[in-house]
């Protein structure tokens, strides 16, 4: 089997004439700088709706929107790029009305590049009745209890559809924890999907990244980076990490595979976004991340700041009238919205709770990718790493 797909890889290397390889013309990802101190690498990504300085924290769009947040709020936060989920939007309102739309850009007024994931982590982890073969996955409507069968072709034809500028290969996340028969065996699944992935992706102005998996297995990882490198994508997801694994077990999986992962190409740390992970990703190679907790969270009135995390429905804050933090450029810290008034409204139950902690946390992070680009560029990322955590920022 494995020199079956060798061959199609080497197949699809031949065809330099194909729709795939034209699509690599509008993306460029250069590394403009690696750290002295720490190995991090400070990179440009361009898509054909922008460029992206990484490493870079993106925003989630479940909805084809990050709620609680327009375009603008999203842009005045610094938000360079956002995801949108191919799951949900094959679920609601079906690709095809997107794509009838104008795709995903012209849907949701973003102008700014998107990326798509390939569903695979919800089909897997939202449907308990999911039955996987080796053509796809056989899964039932969260909304309707319909059944639904995903193969990688259909998840190409998805997101192409919905037309982000970046497409996930459709792969199969195992969980935490299995065993390391189970997780071979999704590990080569996903190896093959992503040849028939990247056979099925024609979209000339997309590009595709394809996942490494293999659970929190050493070996697995660096067997699939190796496979995945030789697949020769324009950018790599590292998948099937921060899935419940304790922290210095995904930093080590991290440290083992990325020997293994091709320098010229941006790598995609899937899901992870907490303050911490984001830095410690970043002095091992990451050049992108997203996660929903920084929007997840602010809806239940938890803001992120530099000394940890702030419950502001909390008592405490009741006569507090400073701003969620203090130095902070955020709308709701800038413009004066302070504790007391946003314990307040969370209190009550007011939308505007969910707008204003969102706004704070989306540019925390962001602010905090910010600072993460200087210190590589200054050669002073350990550095930041230390006042970090003396501060408390890595109280998560």
């Keep these: 089997m494995m020199t079956m ?14 729709p795939l390889a034209l699509s690599m013309k509008p993306f460029r990802f250069e590394v403009l700088h690696v750290c002295k101190q720490s190995g991090a690498r400070l990179g440009r990504l361009t898509t054909p709706h922008g460029v992206i300085d990484t490493p870079c924290y993106m925003p989630v769009g479940t909805q084809a929107t990050v709620k609680a947040m327009t375009p603008r709020d999203l842009k005045d936060a610094g938000a360079g790029i956002i995801l949108a989920n191919t799951y949900h939007l094959f679920e609601r309102p079906g690709h095809k ?10 849907f949701m007024r973003w102008d700014r590049p998107i990326l798509t994931d390939s569903g695979g982590f919800q089909v897997f982890s939202l449907s308990a009745a999911n039955k996987i073969h080796e053509n796809g996955v056989e899964f039932r409507s969260l909304l309707d209890g319909r059944k639904h069968f995903f193969t990688p072709e259909l998840v190409m034809e998805i997101e192409q559809a919905l037309g982000a500028d970046i497409a996930m290969a459709f792969d199969e996340c195992a969980p935490y ?11 080569q699944r996903t190896h093959r999907w992503a040849v028939r992935c990247k056979q099925a992706h024609t979209r000339e102005d997309q590009a595709l990244f394809c996942i490494v998996q293999g659970g929190t297995y050493k070996e697995l990882r660096i067997e699939s980076a190796k496979f995945m490198a030789e697949l020769d994508c324009i950018g790599y997801g590292i998948g099937g990490l921060s899935v419940g694994e304790p922290k210095p077990l995904m930093y080590e999986m991290l440290e083992e595979m990325m020997p293994y992962m091709p320098t010229e190409k941006p790598r995609y740390l899937m899901g992870v976004g907490s303050p911490d992970c984001l830095v410690e990703g970043a002095i091992r190679g990451i050049d992108m991340f997203d996660c929903v907790l920084q929007t997840r969270i602010a809806r239940n009135g938890l803001a992120l700041t530099g000394s940890g995390k702030k419950m502001l429905r909390n008592a405490t804050f009741e006569r507090d009238f400073s701003p969620i933090e203090e130095n902070c450029d955020c709308y709701a810290c800038k413009n004066g919205f302070t504790r007391a008034y946003i314990r307040h409204l969370v209190k009550s139950k007011e939308i505007l709770a969910a707008q204003l902690i969102t706004m704070h946390n989306l540019r925390f992070s962001l602010r905090l990718m910010e600072r993460v680009r200087e210190a590589i560029q200054n050669d002073r990322l350990l550095d930041l790493r230390r006042e970090l955590m003396e501060q408390g920022a890595y109280n998560y």
């Design 177 to 187: 924890p299995c065993d390391e028969d189970y997780a071979r065996a999704a590990m």
């Design 97 to 106: 009305l997107v794509e009838e739309a104008g795709g995903l850009h012209a």
């Design 5 to 18: 797909q060798c061959a199609k890889i080497a197949a699809l290397r031949r065809r330099g004439s194909t």
